[in-house]
């Protein structure tokens, strides 16, 4: 881990994933000044970034021109006009997650469209990394796709399935099968709670198969916005037989990491 | 990790396999004219036994081959005459371009008669010659007997094996050669021509020095040539192979990159990190691929897929030309069991060749090509203490590709070669 100088800048971390663009703004001292969650449509473009940097630059009081230093990181990390210089989001997670928790040594990270498990050294860089293939299978906007399909806000499903006795066994992640097999659920009489619980599972049994390509280490920690599902959460754990660490907003950990970067970038 | 600046062209293209390409678009025409003749052309799955067709006269198109120049031409009506056959594309690709290419010479599939098929396709075939390389080869060679009325002949290629053995009970490939020279004579009813065959074997040998001479040039750092200069000449051994002109083009090759060490050129502009490639290759990116990696100030230095065929040139006796064929199909990449494969052909290979890194690549449609990687892999990470990343395409079919994911994990895996080297 590097030191940073003794200077007062301020430097910002965009992480511009498949569904949302998020922004943090950071001053010299690594403390946080501001950030933005910003989601249009399905897929972050130009003017998702715009957005979201304008409005953490807004919320920190300060402007385009106060910052020192900028490090783009996720799926559009390479959109021009935003990053002086990109990392990738592997980086950038296990860096934000250490900043959150330097004993953490294993990041799950759920996104929009992929999904990733991250090994930590421990400076906090990476040690070695799995990632899914290129489908969106028991991603965020797997998850999407159900709770639309359940018709239940997406806001509510990690609840919800908290509640559920009986799991229904739900054997695909695939947005296509568990979609047909969601309908055949739902018309043999299965409760919304129980499918709810069964999509939750299948999704934790999934990733259960991608960490043990790395090996899992404690403390474990999950980033991306499907950390914010406490569904995914209890039956990642109890998949993975650990306790998962979640920091205050798990969904910015990665333009967290990507601030840091810039820190040891600026002038 | 990257500086988002314009970008110059960074890999600096060995210009002599070039020519390569021209020798393979003049081979298939010859294909066409001897065809027109009345000369035999004979399609086929797997490489080992290629010399003994070749030998007989008849003109030899190795299918996988065939397939990546499609791919790699992007004739998109191969893909589709092939679904259109009912084939999914969980399929070999190989398979199914070869497939679809056998429907619309036959004229069973329209597509866009801009294209010139001579120089993409061989003629359609009068026998079909399959290795038992895998099972979706075999059903390809019973689909082909049928749709197209043709003779098949296949060996029967038992895998496991040791490297460099022919086990006694293993004598049964060396048996099943014998049968195929009957076959062959009887579809040339010609007698066997041994001289010619020792005589092909011979110019292997040579095409098999050159290329060892190429592997031991990438071990310099900087390295004058990439892997992607390297499979620029695969068709040497999976086209042109027994012709003349394949050492002769990888011996222009050779000097061109002797040359460029002489006188101090890289085979990319600024060489930070050397890769080492384990598995298949995605035909229709070798150009955009090669240019991605000197981006990156990568020189992918070495891999496995031109390791299958004929590695060692002292391996191959003229003299002993049926056991030189079989022991060439047993000790290929996916008939070795993976310690071997992993010791022999990756371990010894990636020490000599002192990799940063391994890619190891997972190819959608094929099963057998991927799924010792990870082994394999491990094997040699743990061995070289290296980090692994994996990435997902297939041989011909961009269906299957992802840029961005492939861009995040290769730069994801330069960032902790980065990370360790800060921290020695």
């Known amino acids: 881990m590097r030191i940073h100088k003794v200077k007062n800048y301020i430097v910002a971390g965009l992480d511009l994933g498949s569904l949302t663009a998020k922004t943090v703004i950071m001053d010299s001292s690594a403390r946080i000044l501001s950030s933005n969650v910003t989601q249009r449509g399905l897929i972050v473009d130009e003017e998702a970034a715009k957005e979201s940097f304008k409005r953490a630059l807004k919320e920190a009081h300060v402007s385009r021109n106060d910052i020192a230093f900028t490090v783009s990181t996720g799926y559009g990390r390479k959109i021009e006009g935003f990053g002086d210089k990109d990392v990738t989001e592997l980086s950038c997670h296990a860096r934000g997650a250490y900043y959150m928790n330097p004993d953490i040594r294993t990041v799950i990270d759920i996104g929009g469209q992929d999904s990733k498990i991250i090994s930590l050294e421990n400076d906090g860089s990476v040690a070695a990394f799995v990632m899914n293939d290129k489908c969106a299978a028991g991603t965020g906007r797997f998850i999407e796709v159900m709770s639309s399909a359940l018709g239940v806000p997406l806001k509510d499903i990690g609840k919800l399935s908290l509640q559920s006795k009986k799991p229904a066994h739900v054997s695909s992640t695939c947005v296509v099968f568990a979609e047909s097999e969601i309908i055949s659920l739902v018309s043999k009489g299965v409760s919304k709670i129980d499918i709810l619980a069964g999509i939750h599972t299948a999704i934790a049994r999934r990733m259960y198969g991608l960490i043990k390509g790395v090996g899992i280490k404690d403390v474990v920690a999950m980033s991306g916005g499907v950390a914010k599902n406490e569904g995914v959460v209890h039956f990642l754990e109890k998949a993975i037989k650990s306790k998962i660490y979640l920091a205050k907003d798990p969904q910015i950990i990665g333009a967290v990491g990507a601030a840091l970067f810039a820190l040891d970038y600026a002038p | ?424």
């Open chain 2, 1 to 424: 990790m990257s500086d988002n600046k314009p970008k110059e062209r960074k890999h600096n293209r060995v210009m002599a396999t070039r020519a390569v390409n021209d020798a393979v678009e003049a081979y298939y025409e010859k294909c066409w004219a001897d065809a027109e003749k009345g000369a035999l052309t004979a399609w086929g799955e797997g490489i080992a036994y290629f010399p003994l067709i070749r030998a007989a006269g008849i003109n030899y198109v190795f299918a996988d081959a065939m397939s990546a120049r499609m791919g790699a031409r992007k004739f998109p009506y191969a893909k589709e005459a092939a679904a259109d056959f009912g084939f999914l594309e969980e399929t070999c690709s190989y398979a199914r371009f070869h497939i679809g290419a056998s429907r619309i010479l036959k004229g069973d599939f329209p597509y866009d008669k801009s294209w010139d098929l001579k120089k993409i396709m061989a003629p359609l075939p009068d026998v079909y010659f399959n290795t038992d390389a895998c099972s979706a080869g075999n059903t390809w060679g019973e689909l082909l007997r049928r749709y197209l009325n043709i003779p098949v002949f296949t060996v029967f290629t038992r895998r496991v094996f040791t490297w460099g053995e022919i086990p006694p009970e293993d004598k049964h490939v060396v048996e099943q050669l014998k049968e195929m020279v009957k076959f062959i004579e009887k579809m040339t009813g010609k007698p066997y021509d041994w001289d010619k065959l020792r005589e092909i074997l011979g110019i292997l040998k040579q095409s098999a020095a050159m290329r060892a001479r190429l592997r031991d040039l990438m071990k310099l750092r900087p390295a004058p040539l990439t892997y992607f200069d390297v499979l620029s000449t695969f068709a040497s051994f999976t086209i042109l192979h027994g012709l003349p002109e394949a050492p002769k083009l990888l011996g222009d090759v050779v000097k061109e990159c002797e040359e460029r060490v002489a006188k101090g050129i890289s085979g990319i502009k600024n060489e930070k990190y050397r890769l080492y490639w384990l598995g298949a290759m995605f035909w229709t990116k070798l150009g955009s691929m090669a240019e991605k990696f000197a981006q990156l100030d990568v020189t992918v230095v070495g891999g496995t897929y031109d390791f299958m065929f004929y590695p060692y040139p002292e391996e191959i006796d003229p003299d002993k030309p049926l056991e030189t064929l079989a022991a060439s199909a047993t000790s290929c990449g996916y008939t070795l069991d993976n310690d071997n494969a992993a010791e022999i052909a990756d371990f010894r290979l990636c020490k000599d060749l002192n990799i940063d890194g391994i890619i190891v690549y997972e190819c959608h449609t094929c099963r057998m090509q991927s799924g010792s990687n990870h082994d394999r892999a491990d094997y040699v990470a743990r061995r070289l203490g290296v980090p692994i990343t994996y990435v997902t395409g297939d041989f011909v079919d961009d269906a299957f590709f992802s840029e961005a994911q492939f861009d995040t994990r290769i730069e994801g895996l330069l960032e902790i070669i980065d990370a360790r080297r800060r921290g020695k």
